[in-house]
């Protein structure tokens, strides 16, 4: 949309084209940037991996949201004289009532779901009391402006207080005590209801005393539902995620084909005190006596295994190569496997060092890939390292497909299983692989959770 904005205002007039499954989505982003009558294009979806033969067949038929020759409605969105309407300012009213009009308990619950304000699991209504109870878990005032949020790019962007998180913290059944490790989670401005097709979702991670303040699982079952305090936080994030955006409704400001379980709560707590390394907080530059929380994009595959066993290594390469390599692996891992690689000599770094230099897979393969063709070989082709030696290399060449920025390890688990799970997930922060000239905005900083005491 920035590139065709540029072009209208060099005098060359544009035309969105996009895939039908995106009709609503197009229709609420030009509608929340002020253009609610932009003239858009629709071809079939889906548009990756086919033929030119079958790219061309698309433009020949019929537009299947206009139902009428695709051209022609390229054509008219060109040639079109603009309309009344279209000269017709375009304003939102986006404040809304604080309080809801007194009801019974059940038909306000079924309002928050009618309105798409839950995650359809039963909640905690969030009453005056209840809210004022949880903003006891801060000092920061209920009005201060946390963050703005949005599903995706190109949409307007929302901002939200301390208040509005505490009260999606209430709806998830959080304490007041949890409240500064949500308010540091929102405070990234990342959405944990990303709108992408991929399903992605976010994963995140506690680590300093905060964990045994509010009695944080990080043994037996830490990254299941097991633990009030890392259901709710995780919860809350979620929940805040679709009310501070402007909701996440399918096909409207969600797009994720298959969905994720992700999205529902996903937060854990690394096990500091059995690991045999320095807790991921540290490894990052921060102080053993801070507490942080880190956010993975991701969700997007997840792989099991146990060691390390004799056939560690080969397991390792099998895992690294099946992965979706766009989206980076973090790799969870009980502490009876970090001690047994610590025991053969490997430092958290040098298994991740060892893990980038035996990820490769041949180039025909790691390009013959949605993500990679469609989104790191534009910067492959505009001469980008690394992407671009990828794309020079001949198709049975075996490349690195990852490098040791690009994988974390974080200890957690209760040591009745030497198990470890590698699961996708970039750190919030750093640039899609690809683009890596570009600094990492996170750069060994992760987000403060003492900031919001």
């Known amino acids: 949309m920035g590139f065709a904005l540029e072009l209208e205002k060099a005098g060359i007039p544009t035309i969105p084209v996009s895939t039908h499954a995106f009709a609503r989505l197009a229709k609420a982003t030009t ?254 530059g921060h102080k053993a006596e801070e507490s942080t929380a880190a956010i993975f994009f991701g969700g997007w595959y997840t792989q099991s295994g146990f060691g390390p066993r004799e056939t560690w290594k080969e397991k390792f390469i099998r895992c690294l190569t099946a992965t979706d390599h766009f989206s980076n692996p973090f790799i969870v891992m009980d502490p009876l496997v970090a001690k047994d690689f610590n025991k053969m000599g490997f430092t958290k770094q040098g298994l991740i060092e060892w893990c980038a230099e035996n990820a490769k897979m041949k180039a025909k393969y790691y390009w013959d890939d949605q993500w990679t063709t469609t989104l790191v070989k534009p910067h492959a082709e505009a001469g980008i390292e690394p992407a671009a030696s990828r794309l020079r290399a001949d198709p049975d060449e075996l490349i690195s497909i990852f490098s040791d920025k690009d994988i974390e390890i974080l200890v957690t688990g209760g040591e009745t299983q030497g198990a470890f799970k590698m699961i996708s997930g970039r750190l919030v922060g750093q640039m899609p692989r690809g683009n890596e000239r570009r600094p990492s905005q996170t750069a060994g900083k992760l987000l403060s959770i003492d900031k919001w005491r």
């Open 31 to 284: 509608k929340a940037a002020g253009m609610p009558t932009t003239r858009n294009a629709f071809v079939p979806q889906p548009v990756v991996g086919l033929s030119p033969g079958e790219l061309r067949a698309y433009i020949e038929a019929d537009d299947p949201i206009a139902k009428k020759p695709f051209m022609q409605v390229v054509l008219d969105g060109l040639t079109g004289p603009l309309t009344d309407e279209d000269y017709a300012d375009a304003s939102f009213e986006r404040t809304t009532p604080r309080f809801l009009e007194p009801d019974t308990e059940d038909n306000i619950r079924q309002l928050f779901i009618e309105e798409g304000w839950t995650d359809f699991l039963p909640i905690i209504l969030p009453t005056e009391q209840r809210v004022e109870a949880m903003l006891k878990g801060t000092s920061h005032a209920a009005d201060e402006f946390v963050n703005r949020m949005s599903p995706t790019a190109f949409r307007e962007k929302w901002d939200f207080d301390v208040e509005k998180v505490a009260i999606n913290a209430v709806m998830a059944g959080a304490r007041p005590e949890y409240l500064p490790v949500i308010l540091a989670l929102c405070s990234s401005g990342f959405s944990a209801r990303s709108s992408s097709t991929t399903s992605w979702a976010t994963i995140s991670c506690i680590n300093g005393p905060i964990r045994n303040e509010i009695g944080m699982n990080y043994g037996i079952g830490a990254l299941g539902p097991y633990n009030q305090a890392n259901a709710s936080i995780g919860r809350a994030y979620c929940l805040l995620s679709m009310n501070a955006q402007g909701g996440s409704e399918p096909g409207n400001t969600y797009m994720g084909s298959v969905g994720s379980n992700w999205n529902y709560t996903a937060c854990f707590a690394e096990n500091e005190e059995a690991s045999p390394w320095e807790p991921f907080h540290v490894q990052k």
